[in-house]
């Protein structure tokens, strides 16, 4: 093991042992949550297949629901998206076999104490910091020759086979939807494409949260918003607990088990220069079940520079953003802190 390796107790070791939950994972000022239950509601569903097929009577329909949940929620549940129930359904077994591991396994593939990349807890930025209860494994997925594969764990066996699929998938369905994302602007179907360069960086952060005693007063994640262009959720196929904030009150997504969360990040909300949505969004936890998600951030390549889409820019709708590059590090450290990237770059 890597001596600057994280060794400080997984939130996994911490329920096994029992015993209170440590302060530092507590709001203290803040309620988090569930005393009252968090009304679970339905955001928009699209329908993948009908995006971009100029011979399906619905196309434009699609586009404009698609257009109306970025601009409105900042994000929809897709389905039809070409990945079968029983393909995701391997998906989720890698992930669960991974947090099974015996703590040796998963050791040999902890992250450096300065980097997020391989398994490990939440990252502490700052001493105020309340710490997110979860244990997660973070894996640069594409491009390929960007992987660092001493993070990728080699158990459960098909674990590194069933990621690359699932990666070659995500890309498939990234290009649909920043195609559809540009149509449904009227724009060049290139217009967000172009911007994000094929085939970009695909992160992957595999989220494991461990029952809690203290719904009330922690959460599994932060409240966030993404770095990304998008970001693909694939939840828990049973337990709920992912949470996006609308006009100002917290609203739990109710599952759709194949279905795909699909939200905008922080760089598609400067692309479309604010015409869609970069949603806060946290995930509670549950005190009876653990909780499993797999959220894959589509990024541009972090030397590639992005801005508002020159179209989008008129005397109606002023430029409300600087251009960036590498923003996905940029937001991990305001992330860390609870503040908004996306605000240090408006105009
Ligand atoms: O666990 C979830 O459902 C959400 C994950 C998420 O938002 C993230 O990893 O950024
Ligand atoms: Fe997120």
Not at 312 to 327: E, F, H, Q, S, W
């Amino acid at each position: 093991m890597d001596e600057s390796s994280v060794t400080s107790e997984t939130v996994q070791e911490l329920v096994a042992g029992g015993g209170a939950v440590p302060d530092k994972y507590l709001y203290k000022d803040v309620p988090v949550g569930s005393t009252d239950p968090i009304p679970l509601v339905d955001i928009p569903v699209v329908d993948l297949s009908l995006l971009l097929s100029p011979s399906s009577p619905s196309a434009g329909d699609e586009l404009d629901k698609l257009r109306l949940a970025l601009a409105t929620w900042g994000c929809f549940q897709a389905v039809n998206h070409g990945m079968s129930s029983s393909f995701l359904g391997r998906v989720r077994e890698i992930t669960q076999g991974v947090f099974g591991l015996p703590a040796e396994e998963k050791r040999r593939i902890s992250r450096a104490v300065d980097n997020n990349e391989g398994y490990g807890t939440d990252t502490v930025l700052f001493e105020e910091q309340v710490l997110d209860w979860t244990d997660r494994l973070c894996l640069t997925l594409l491009p390929e020759d960007r992987r660092k594969m001493r993070f990728w764990p080699e158990k459960p066996e098909c674990f590194r086979e069933v990621l690359h699929e699932y990666s070659t998938k995500l890309s498939e369905v990234s290009e649909i939807i920043l195609r559809a994302m540009a149509v449904s602007l009227k724009l060049e179907e290139g217009s967000f494409l172009d911007q994000f360069g094929a085939p970009g960086t695909f992160l992957a952060r595999f989220n494991y949260y461990p029952r809690c005693p203290r719904p009330d007063a922690v959460l599994g994640l932060k409240p966030h918003a993404d770095g990304s262009v998008l970001t693909f959720v694939l939840p828990d196929k049973e337990v709920d607990g992912l949470q996006f904030l609308k006009e100002g009150e917290w609203l739990g997504i109710r599952i759709i088990p194949d279905a795909l969360v699909i939200n905008a990040g922080d760089q598609a909300e400067i692309m479309s220069n604010g015409a869609f949505k970069s949603p806060m969004h946290r995930a509670a936890i549950n005190a009876y079940r653990d909780r499993i998600s797999i959220a894959v951030f589509c990024c541009p390549l972090s030397e590639k520079e992005v801005g508002p889409i020159s179209e989008l820019i008129g005397d109606a709708t002023p430029r409300l953003y600087r251009n960036v590059k590498n923003y996905t590090e940029t937001n991990f450290q305001y992330y860390q802190s609870g503040r908004r990237a996306i605000e240090a770059v408006k105009i």
